[in-house]
Protein backbone atom coordinates (compact mmCIF):
# COMPACT_ATOMS: atom_id res chain seq x y z
CA UNK A 1 0.00 0.00 0.00
CA UNK A 2 1.28 3.35 -1.53
CA UNK A 3 2.16 6.03 1.59
CA UNK A 4 2.68 9.41 2.23
CA UNK A 5 6.62 9.52 4.02
CA UNK A 6 7.20 12.80 6.04
CA UNK A 7 9.94 12.91 9.26
CA UNK A 8 7.72 12.13 12.69
CA UNK A 9 8.67 15.45 14.26
CA UNK A 10 10.66 18.27 13.65
CA UNK A 11 12.14 21.47 16.33
CA UNK A 12 13.02 25.32 15.82
CA UNK A 13 13.41 28.64 17.27
CA UNK A 14 11.00 31.28 16.61
CA UNK A 15 11.74 33.10 13.27
CA UNK A 16 13.71 30.31 11.85
CA UNK A 17 12.46 29.13 7.98
CA UNK A 18 11.12 25.52 8.70
CA UNK A 19 10.98 22.68 5.68
CA UNK A 20 9.03 19.76 5.82
CA UNK A 21 9.23 17.44 2.91
CA UNK A 22 6.97 14.82 1.88
CA UNK A 23 7.61 11.55 -0.15
CA UNK A 24 5.03 10.23 -2.54
CA UNK A 25 6.12 7.84 -5.09
CA UNK A 26 2.93 6.76 -6.25
CA UNK A 27 0.85 10.55 -6.75
CA UNK A 28 -1.97 9.94 -9.21
CA UNK A 29 -1.11 11.91 -12.73
CA UNK A 30 -3.96 14.51 -11.92
CA UNK A 31 -4.02 15.04 -8.44
CA UNK A 32 -2.69 17.55 -6.00
CA UNK A 33 -0.62 17.94 -3.48
CA UNK A 34 -2.02 19.34 -0.29
CA UNK A 35 -0.53 20.28 2.80
CA UNK A 36 -3.04 20.55 6.42
CA UNK A 37 -2.06 21.94 9.93
CA UNK A 38 -3.45 20.27 13.11
CA UNK A 39 -3.43 21.81 16.52
CA UNK A 40 -4.69 19.49 19.55
CA UNK A 41 -7.74 18.67 19.75
CA UNK A 42 -9.23 20.24 16.39
CA UNK A 43 -9.42 18.70 12.99
CA UNK A 44 -7.03 19.90 10.25
CA UNK A 45 -6.75 22.86 8.41
CA UNK A 46 -6.10 23.56 4.90
CA UNK A 47 -2.62 25.47 4.28
CA UNK A 48 -1.74 25.30 0.96
CA UNK A 49 -2.29 23.18 -2.43
CA UNK A 50 -0.09 22.73 -5.22
CA UNK A 51 0.28 20.58 -8.95
CA UNK A 52 3.72 21.40 -9.50
CA UNK A 53 6.63 23.86 -9.29
CA UNK A 54 5.74 26.52 -6.95
CA UNK A 55 3.12 27.91 -5.20
CA UNK A 56 2.75 30.56 -2.17
CA UNK A 57 0.13 32.12 -0.35
CA UNK A 58 0.68 34.59 2.75
CA UNK A 59 0.99 31.75 5.57
CA UNK A 60 3.59 29.38 3.48
CA UNK A 61 5.17 28.01 -0.34
CA UNK A 62 4.93 24.37 -1.60
CA UNK A 63 7.75 23.31 -3.90
CA UNK A 64 7.32 20.62 -5.90
CA UNK A 65 10.11 18.88 -8.37
CA UNK A 66 9.15 18.08 -12.02
CA UNK A 67 8.94 14.01 -11.43
CA UNK A 68 6.03 15.11 -8.04
CA UNK A 69 7.43 12.23 -5.94
CA UNK A 70 7.97 14.75 -3.28
CA UNK A 71 6.70 17.73 -2.20
CA UNK A 72 8.20 20.56 0.24
CA UNK A 73 6.31 22.83 2.93
CA UNK A 74 8.12 26.00 3.86
CA UNK A 75 7.06 28.13 6.66
CA UNK A 76 8.59 31.29 6.73
CA UNK A 77 9.91 32.70 10.13
CA UNK A 78 7.64 30.42 12.21
CA UNK A 79 6.29 31.29 15.55
CA UNK A 80 5.31 29.79 18.85
CA UNK A 81 1.55 29.12 17.25
CA UNK A 82 3.15 27.15 14.20
CA UNK A 83 3.82 24.17 16.90
CA UNK A 84 1.39 21.62 15.35
CA UNK A 85 1.38 18.30 13.20
CA UNK A 86 1.77 19.40 9.54
CA UNK A 87 0.50 16.16 7.24
CA UNK A 88 1.24 16.07 3.55
CA UNK A 89 -2.01 14.73 1.57
CA UNK A 90 -2.18 12.73 -1.66
CA UNK A 91 -4.26 10.40 -3.70
CA UNK A 92 -3.27 6.95 -3.05
CA UNK A 93 -3.42 5.40 -6.62
CA UNK A 94 -3.05 1.91 -4.51
CA UNK A 95 -5.67 1.68 -2.96
CA UNK A 96 -8.37 3.64 -5.00
CA UNK A 97 -7.93 6.76 -3.98
CA UNK A 98 -8.39 6.92 -0.64
CA UNK A 99 -7.21 9.70 0.98
CA UNK A 100 -4.21 9.03 3.49
CA UNK A 101 -2.72 11.73 5.86
CA UNK A 102 -0.50 9.32 7.49
CA UNK A 103 0.88 10.26 10.77
CA UNK A 104 2.38 13.51 10.05
CA UNK A 105 4.97 15.73 11.35
CA UNK A 106 4.79 17.08 14.48
CA UNK A 107 6.73 20.54 14.63
CA UNK A 108 7.86 21.96 17.82
CA UNK A 109 8.49 25.88 18.14
CA UNK A 110 10.47 27.02 21.06
CA UNK A 111 11.56 30.57 22.19
CA UNK B 1 -20.77 30.41 7.38
CA UNK B 2 -20.93 28.20 10.25
CA UNK B 3 -18.16 25.60 10.30
CA UNK B 4 -18.54 21.76 10.53
CA UNK B 5 -20.12 20.71 13.37
CA UNK B 6 -19.33 17.17 15.40
CA UNK B 7 -21.50 15.89 18.17
CA UNK B 8 -21.44 14.78 20.61
CA UNK B 9 -17.77 16.15 21.87
CA UNK B 10 -16.52 13.53 23.83
CA UNK B 11 -18.39 10.33 24.67
CA UNK B 12 -17.35 7.15 27.05
CA UNK B 13 -18.50 3.60 26.08
CA UNK B 14 -18.05 0.37 27.35
CA UNK B 15 -16.80 -2.81 25.16
CA UNK B 16 -19.48 -4.79 23.01
CA UNK B 17 -21.97 -1.46 23.00
CA UNK B 18 -22.50 0.58 19.78
CA UNK B 19 -22.36 4.48 19.26
CA UNK B 20 -23.43 6.97 16.59
CA UNK B 21 -22.02 9.72 15.69
CA UNK B 22 -23.63 12.83 13.98
CA UNK B 23 -21.87 15.78 11.26
CA UNK B 24 -23.41 18.63 9.58
CA UNK B 25 -20.78 19.86 6.94
CA UNK B 26 -21.06 23.34 6.11
CA UNK B 27 -23.97 24.92 4.21
CA UNK B 28 -23.91 23.76 0.49
CA UNK B 29 -21.24 20.91 0.99
CA UNK B 30 -22.75 17.46 -0.06
CA UNK B 31 -19.41 15.58 0.06
CA UNK B 32 -18.68 14.24 3.94
CA UNK B 33 -16.20 12.24 5.02
CA UNK B 34 -15.10 10.25 7.99
CA UNK B 35 -11.56 10.00 10.10
CA UNK B 36 -9.92 8.52 13.12
CA UNK B 37 -6.93 9.49 14.71
CA UNK B 38 -4.80 7.60 16.87
CA UNK B 39 -1.33 8.24 18.41
CA UNK B 40 -0.35 4.95 16.67
CA UNK B 41 -2.42 5.08 13.13
CA UNK B 42 -2.39 8.90 12.80
CA UNK B 43 -5.17 10.03 10.66
CA UNK B 44 -6.82 7.37 8.83
CA UNK B 45 -9.54 7.41 5.86
CA UNK B 46 -12.68 5.70 7.13
CA UNK B 47 -15.26 6.65 4.13
CA UNK B 48 -16.72 8.90 2.14
CA UNK B 49 -20.54 9.96 1.71
CA UNK B 50 -22.29 12.22 -1.50
CA UNK B 51 -25.50 13.07 -2.46
CA UNK B 52 -26.76 9.90 0.26
CA UNK B 53 -24.27 7.25 -1.31
CA UNK B 54 -21.17 5.82 -0.35
CA UNK B 55 -18.38 6.93 -2.81
CA UNK B 56 -15.21 5.71 -1.35
CA UNK B 57 -14.10 3.56 1.68
CA UNK B 58 -11.01 2.31 3.80
CA UNK B 59 -9.75 -0.30 5.04
CA UNK B 60 -12.05 -0.83 8.16
CA UNK B 61 -13.90 -3.80 9.56
CA UNK B 62 -17.81 -3.57 8.62
CA UNK B 63 -18.51 -2.65 12.59
CA UNK B 64 -17.65 0.68 10.77
CA UNK B 65 -20.66 1.82 9.09
CA UNK B 66 -21.96 5.69 7.71
CA UNK B 67 -25.09 6.96 5.89
CA UNK B 68 -25.49 10.55 4.59
CA UNK B 69 -29.55 11.65 5.06
CA UNK B 70 -30.86 14.12 2.09
CA UNK B 71 -29.83 17.26 4.19
CA UNK B 72 -25.95 15.93 3.79
CA UNK B 73 -25.55 15.63 7.25
CA UNK B 74 -23.80 12.15 8.11
CA UNK B 75 -24.01 9.92 10.91
CA UNK B 76 -21.39 7.24 11.83
CA UNK B 77 -22.20 4.00 13.10
CA UNK B 78 -20.04 1.72 15.37
CA UNK B 79 -21.16 -1.48 16.19
CA UNK B 80 -19.57 -3.97 18.78
CA UNK B 81 -17.07 -1.41 20.25
CA UNK B 82 -13.55 -2.69 20.74
CA UNK B 83 -10.91 -1.03 23.22
CA UNK B 84 -9.05 -0.30 20.04
CA UNK B 85 -11.81 2.12 18.95
CA UNK B 86 -10.95 4.41 21.69
CA UNK B 87 -9.81 7.67 18.95
CA UNK B 88 -11.02 10.69 18.23
CA UNK B 89 -13.49 10.35 14.88
CA UNK B 90 -12.94 13.59 12.76
CA UNK B 91 -15.61 14.72 9.88
CA UNK B 92 -14.44 16.79 7.29
CA UNK B 93 -16.95 18.26 4.38
CA UNK B 94 -16.39 19.42 0.86
CA UNK B 95 -17.46 21.24 -2.36
CA UNK B 96 -16.11 17.72 -3.98
CA UNK B 97 -18.68 16.54 -7.00
CA UNK B 98 -16.77 14.22 -8.89
CA UNK B 99 -14.79 12.28 -5.63
CA UNK B 100 -13.23 13.29 -2.60
CA UNK B 101 -9.58 12.99 -4.16
CA UNK B 102 -7.43 15.28 -2.95
CA UNK B 103 -8.30 18.28 -5.18
CA UNK B 104 -10.86 20.11 -3.05
CA UNK B 105 -10.06 21.73 0.08
CA UNK B 106 -11.47 19.80 3.17
CA UNK B 107 -13.11 21.67 6.14
CA UNK B 108 -12.72 19.59 9.26
CA UNK B 109 -14.93 19.43 13.00
CA UNK B 110 -13.43 19.69 16.26
CA UNK B 111 -14.14 16.11 16.06
CA UNK B 112 -16.00 13.30 18.62
CA UNK B 113 -13.37 11.67 21.31
CA UNK B 114 -14.61 8.46 22.26
CA UNK B 115 -13.40 6.18 24.90
CA UNK B 116 -14.22 2.70 25.17
CA UNK B 117 -13.63 1.26 28.87
Known amino acids: LAKTTQPISMDSYEGQEVNITCSHNNIATNDYITWYQQFPSQGPRFIIQGYKTKVTNEVASLFIPADRKSSTLSLPRVSLSDTAVYYC????????????FGKGTSLLVTP | KAGVTQTPRYLIKTRGQQVTLSCSPISGHRSVSWYQQTPGQGLQFLFE???????NKGNFPGRFSGRQFSNSRSEMNVSTLELGDSALYLCASSLSQTGIGVNEKLFFGSGTQLSVL
Open chain 2, 49 to 55: YFSETQR
Open chain 1, 89 to 100: LVADKGSGYALN
